[in-house]
């Protein structure tokens, strides 16, 4: 029994094990990328390859690099051990040429994932799975070619470091850009990316990815099937497949798009927002979902009645553009309380109301005045912190009990963990509801639990 016990453990731990999946890394290898950015990358294709389980029936993994050409250094057919991948990643040699980031898509498509070089037939519906990392504009273009190889099957995540152009990455990445589009600061910022994709690539290849489910809102793999996904504050209708939300709420994010947070860090927030958007039951009858983006001035992204679905709403998020100018919360409140909840924008009466709002702490203007007058018309405000967060604001904006309406994270890669925490929460109220998210820029890797006062700290 004991043995056994282990081995149920050892499969918990590798949750990728005997799962199949064809995998191809696309590498840029242009002169941008400086020799010692070129070691972190090949870290990070080795962090990577630690949760596949490579197998000729399980995972098999190429890689191709690209400058002005596209080198192919192995296909999925060469390798069937993952210390030999890993031994050939380690003896690549940079490029250091041209950046052919269209190129080297096609040849993925054209090459790459064909049965020739080691690609299971489509008939097996295997995943078919590119990632490309790549740390500046392409000198050809990736729109079109990325579009095929996405009708053929091929799931594409972009990867970009440093100034990378955010409309090529989500022109080269896979919908929803939430999940498949990440931006990084600098190359040795991407190892925070390993936990992210073995949760992604991991669950991604499952029986839910090959069948056609029909789940309303997410799938979840089984040992021998798949099951309906069903978050507490929900109820599983008949069907075993479709399932009713805790209630009718018109939600407001308000995000920060101040300079401080930095374009890498405000894709960080749009992930946080569609991690709460995929807990809710987005149509006209249950939730309805507007946006606003603040820095020195206001701006609508989208209205409360614009977008009748979860996948709609997810979508107009990857599509905001980084404002990256002052700090005026205030304002942006003032707005949220005169208009974004006004009939003309589409909210209902009788039904609560929620606003998510994130900063970068200290505003440049007054917040008590219109928190005040945003408790006073019946919003219960969720105050959340990210990094050098002002707790005296916090303690302004949030409605109390403290230790309910008040979350703190170190920094934002912490932020799926208050996500956890307030999708909890949000059903459990039954009120009129507000999140005020204060955030900035603080990278610090492990996780440990303080309270201070009444702030609930996630570090």
């Not at 932020?415 to 603080?442: F, N, P, T």
């Amino acid at each position: 029994f004991t043995h056994l016990y282990s081995w149920v453990i050892l499969l918990w731990k590798s949750p990728c094990r005997g799962k199949p999946m064809d995998f191809v890394f696309i590498i840029d290898s242009s002169r941008s990328v400086r020799p010692r950015d070129y070691e972190k990358v090949k870290a990070f294709i080795e962090s990577v390859l630690q949760f596949l389980d490579v197998e000729h029936e399980a995972t098999r993994v190429g890689l191709l690099q690209y400058g002005s050409v596209v080198q192919n250094e192995f296909s999925l057919k060469t390798f069937q051990r993952k210390e030999d991948i890993q031994r050939a990643v380690r003896d690549m040699s940079h490029l250091a040429s041209g950046t052919m980031t269209g190129l080297a898509i096609q040849y993925a498509m054209d090459v790459a994932f064909t049965e020739a070089e080691g690609a299971r037939p489509a008939h097996a519906r295997v995943p078919r799975v590119a990632m490309v990392i790549t740390d500046g504009r392409p000198q050809d273009t990736v729109d079109e070619v990325a579009d095929r190889a996405r009708a053929a099957g091929i799931r594409i995540y972009a990867v970009g470091v440093g100034r990378v152009d955010m409309n090529t990455l989500r022109a080269i990445g896979s919908q929803p850009h939430t999940e498949h589009v990440y931006l990084v600061a600098n190359f040795s910022q991407m190892e925070s990316l390993t936990a992210i994709f073995q949760a992604k690539l991991c669950a991604d290849n499952d029986p839910c990815s090959t069948v056609d489910h029909q789940c309303e809102h997410g799938c979840v793999s089984t040992p021998v099937s798949y099951a309906c996904r069903c978050r507490e504050g929900y109820t599983l209708n008949p069907d075993n497949k479709t399932w009713s939300a805790c209630g009718e709420m018109d939600l407001i994010f308000v995000i920060d798009g101040s300079k401080s947070l930095g374009a890498a860090n405000f894709e960080l927030v749009k992930r946080f927002v569609g991690a709460i958007v995929d807990f809710l039951d987005v149509s006209p009858l249950a939730t309805q979902v507007g946006l606003l983006q603040y820095s020195t001035k206001v701006r609508a992204e989208f209205t409360l009645g614009q977008f009748s679905s979860g996948l709609a709403v997810k979508e107009a998020v990857s599509r905001v553009q980084y404002m990256g100018r002052g700090s005026m919360t205030g304002s942006a409140l003032r707005h949220m309380v005169e208009l974004s909840f006004s009939a003309r924008e589409g909210a209902r009466p009788g039904v609560s109301r929620v606003s998510i709002v994130f900063t970068d702490g200290r505003s440049q203007d007054d917040v008590s005045k219109w928190a005040a007058k945003a408790h006073a018309a019946g919003i219960t405000m969720y105050a959340v912190g990210v990094g050098k967060a002002i707790e005296g604001e916090l303690r302004e904006i949030a409605s109390e009990p403290d230790d309910m309406h008040l979350h703190y994270a170190k920094d934002f890669r912490r932020m799926d963990q208050v996500a956890d925490k307030l999708k909890s929460r949000i059903c459990a109220g039954g009120h009129h509801l507000g999140i005020i998210l204060i955030s900035s820029l603080l990278p610090v890797i492990g996780r440990t639990y303080h309270t201070v006062g009444q702030l609930t700290v996630d570090l």
